[in-house]
């Protein structure tokens, strides 16, 4: 019986420790598993869910490399960070918001955020009423919408990836917010905006979607720069929509470059449009745009207007090169401007005169019986920009070369000041109409090729303001052909100085001799009264 007991003792110690050990690794693996973290209280999670009601405003949640299947619902101001955005993944599973963001200055980045509902406006990332927020270096995939910014303002999305998505991000009654250098791609509408204005769009790449890259729908005063839009059904698509500036995007290998319904008072300027293979632009119903500066290339039809009248067109450069495309606008029942007035277009196809050699030809460009370019440019058009002192300056050419490393060079110490530029060699002999702000060079002009041959330059055009500056040129051998120009040095007897100081030495010559000529007569007259005084004491 003793050894009977004995054994049992024995045996249950044995269980005992065996217990014992098995469950401190136990414990260890489960808490490995927790693989979500608040960085600034050090507890870890199971679920992103679970850390985010347990965190305290201004608090990070880090969550490292797996799928979560959640529904994330961010209601308190705090980052959400991943691993990495490739191997961290949000999957909702395809239902609902996969993130739900209704608290301010939220930051999300580095997920991979997928699966949402295919219903109403479920997203990959729901903004509402939300502002200050930023969703940056994510990857957003199958959604309905990848992002949807709804009634919530003020916030950034920079640097995401959103691919195959229905929408790729949507902004509904949207203000003030900033979207840029995402990728878009392989989603039916890249950017759609709704009743939306004051956004900022640049540095996007949009390509391969099915129906609109950007479509724009009763919304006004949002600026699309710096874009790439290229391989969509529709570029630009802006229906009911007015005072939005299009500015310096690449549009290219659409169907249609700029699709404008119902759509005025926009600016559309700098833009690259080229390869488009139905239209470059089309404007229905569209007033009072002004389209400048764009270079509109080997689209298979340049520009078409329908009932579109008072748009401003000109300074662009209307270039085929292709059999199949064609450079001359269509227009019906469309009445429009094709020059400022002092200057138009220039138009590849066109052969016209400058007997007075001022970069504008002298003859009319007929679009139309009631559509003209009055003042066709001879050579393409190209703008360049420069930043002095916090100010923009816009420097123009008209030109039969390429203009390339432009540079404004400002000497303080001795008051000089260069635009210096190079340009190619297109044949022998080259010209250039160059407008040049008095602020940063003033008249009269010195031109320079290569630094030490004079050319003569004539001033065409003078508005008190800028003066355009016209001059011919032959093209170097065997070195790249460069051009200055420079404030004009001239002989102190032609500066305003030297006969300001001429003109007050003669006044005060003139005022000497009034004072000595005055001084002498009251010095006569003063004798003349001694005299009279004298000769009637006498008689007395």
């Known amino acids: 019986m003793k050894l009977k007991k004995t054994s049992l003792l024995i045996i249950s110690i044995i269980l005992i420790v065996f217990f014992v050990i098995n469950a401190v690794p136990l414990k260890t693996y489960g808490q490995e598993n927790l693989r979500v973290q608040n960085l600034n209280t050090g507890k870890k999670y199971e679920t992103i869910q679970e ?13 490292r490399n797996g799928t979560y299947y959640e529904h994330v619902v961010v209601n308190k101001t705090i980052s959400l960070v991943g691993e990495n955005k490739s191997n961290t993944i949000i999957d909702g599973k395809g239902s609902g918001n996969v993130i739900s963001v209704t608290a301010d200055d939220v930051n999300i980045r580095g997920f991979t ?5 295919w219903t109403i406006s479920q997203s990959g990332v729901h903004v509402y009423h939300s502002s200050g927020n930023k969703i940056s270096d994510n990857a957003l995939r199958n959604n309905l919408y990848g992002i949807h910014l709804y009634y919530s303002g003020e916030n950034t999305v920079v640097n995401n990836t959103i691919l195959d998505n229905r929408y790729g ?11 840029s250098n995402n990728n878009f791609s392989h989603n039916p509408d890249g950017i759609w905006l709704s009743f939306s204005g004051y956004n900022v769009f640049s540095g ?6 099915t129906f609109n890259a950007v479509s724009l729908s009763t919304s006004t005063n949002n600026v699309f720069s710096n874009n790439t839009v290229s391989n969509n059904v529709y570029g630009f698509r802006s229906t009911f929509c007015g005072y939005s500036t299009f500015s310096d995007n690449n549009v290219s290998k659409n169907e249609q470059g700029f699709s404008f319904s119902g759509s005025s008072y926009n600016t559309i300027s700098g833009n690259n449009i080229c390869y488009n293979t139905v239209y470059g632009v089309w404007l229905g119903a569209s007033s009072d745009n002004v389209f400048a500066n764009n270079y509109v290339m080997n689209n298979r039809e340049s520009f078409r207007l329908e009932t579109s009248e008072d748009n401003i ?7 085929n090169t292709q059999a199949d495309t064609t450079q001359q606008p269509s227009c019906f029942d469309s009445v429009n401007f094709w020059d400022n007035g002092v200057e138009g277009n220039y138009w590849s196809s066109h052969n016209g005169a400058d007997e007075n050699r001022d970069g504008i030809s002298d003859e009319v460009y007929i679009i139309d019986e009631k559509n003209r370019d009055s003042h066709p440019l001879m050579a393409i058009f190209t703008q360049f920009k420069i930043t002095v002192d916090n100010k923009v300056y816009a420097i123009d050419f008209v030109s039969n070369s390429t203009i390339s490393s432009f540079q404004y060079l400002h000497y303080p110490a001795n008051r000089t000041a260069v635009l210096t530029f190079q340009v190619n060699n297109t044949g022998e002999k080259g010209f250039c109409r160059i407008g040049v702000p008095h602020t940063l060079v003033e008249p009269p002009y010195a031109v320079a090729l290569n630094h030490n041959v004079s050319l003569y330059g004539r001033i065409v ?8 500056l016209y001059f011919m040129y032959y093209y170097s051998e065997h070195k790249s052909t460069i051009i200055t120009v420079s404030s004009q040095e001239l002989p102190m007897w032609h500066q305003l100085w030297f006969w300001t100081i001429i003109g007050l030495m003669i006044v005060v010559v003139i005022l000497l001799l009034v004072v000595i000529r005055y001084r002498r007569i009251c010095s006569e007259q003063k004798k003349v009264i001694e005299a009279y005084e004298l000769k009637m004491r006498v008689r007395e």
């Open 204 to 209: 996007n790449n949009i390509s391969s979607s």
């Open 113 to 117: 955020i997928q699966s949402s509902g």
């Open 461 to 468: 055009h003078n508005n008190g303001t800028h003066s355009w």
């Open 169 to 179: 991000i949507s902004l509904t009654s949207a203000t003030n917010n900033v979207v």
């Open 313 to 319: 067109i000109y300074h662009n450069n209307f270039i």
């Open 51 to 63: 850390a985010i009601n347990a965190a305290n405003i201004g608090n990070t949640i880090y969550v």
